[in-house]
């Protein structure tokens, strides 16, 4: 068991330009999350998705950023139109079903120049 | 509204001492209540989590923690503490009737345990 995959682990982008982030969940969990943290908020909720359906988005800034999860072995968290406030670690996490032991990833630091 | 306070920033004790890290929340419901550490450099790690039953816990890495109904608390304590042990926790909580897994986080405890 590889635990949760995220990649890039670093990414760096221009202010306006768009960033993909990639999670790969442990196999069989059925619920995938997305954090975001920085240290002027801290850990931030973003979206969650349970078999694969979007369940809850009410973390996710409304206008630049979306998630998908195409299949039950990734899911997708993109940004369009970077902007500096934009800069956190991105942190991924699967469960077997919603109120349990949460599996994070090691995240992705973007960093938008 | 929920809402997860971890009033000290940073806690540093030595080796052998005992620690016990504070967590306060606000829901108005039954919560479920967890625990995690994030050690320099990794991401956040599980180690413990109370639902329903037995308000005293244990987790992982000899930790456990005391939930509180009367104070609102889930505090975390061990005993004694490692250097290893230095690390930020982190305090969260999820709305018991949502069952979704979707936290509420505290800002962080920084503890460091001195050799």
């Known amino acids: 068991n590889a635990g949760v995959i995220q990649t890039p682990r670093h990414k760096v982008t221009g202010k306006g330009q768009e960033a993909t982030l990639w999670c790969e969940p442990i196999?069989?969990?059925?619920?995938v999350f997305w954090y975001r943290q920085t240290i002027v908020q801290g850990l931030e909720f973003l979206t969650y998705?349970?078999?694969?359906?979007?369940?809850?988005d009410s973390g996710m800034p409304k206008e630049r950023f979306s998630a998908q999860m195409p299949n039950q072995s990734h899911s997708t968290l993109k940004i369009q139109s970077t902007q500096p406030q934009d800069s956190a670690v991105y942190l991924c996490?699967?469960?077997?079903?919603?109120?349990?032991?949460?599996?994070f990833g090691s995240g992705t630091r973007l960093t938008v120049l | 509204a929920q809402s997860v306070d971890q009033p000290d920033a940073h806690v540093t004790l030595s080796e052998g001492a005992s620690l016990e890290l504070r967590c306060s929340y606000s829901?108005?419901?039954?919560?479920?209540l967890f625990w995690y550490v994030q050690y320099p450099g990794q991401s956040l790690q599980f180690l413990l989590k109370?639902?329903?039953?037995?308000?005293v816990v244990k987790g992982t890495k000899g930790f456990e923690a005391e939930f509180r109904k009367s104070n609102s608390s889930f505090n975390l304590k061990k005993s004694p503490a490692h250097w290893s042990d230095s690390a930020k926790y982190f305090c969260?909580?999820?709305?018991?009737?949502?069952?979704?897994?979707?936290?509420?986080f505290g800002d962080g405890t920084v503890l460091t345990v001195k050799p």
């Open positions: 996490a699967s469960s077997l079903r919603g109120a349990e032991t949460l599996y």
């Open positions: 196999s069989g969990h059925s619920a």
């Open positions: 998705f349970r078999n694969q359906a979007p369940i809850d």
């Open positions: 829901y108005s419901a039954a919560p479920y």
């Open positions: 109370y639902i329903t039953g037995d308000t």
């Open positions: 969260a909580l999820e709305g018991g009737n949502t069952n979704t897994g979707k936290l509420t």
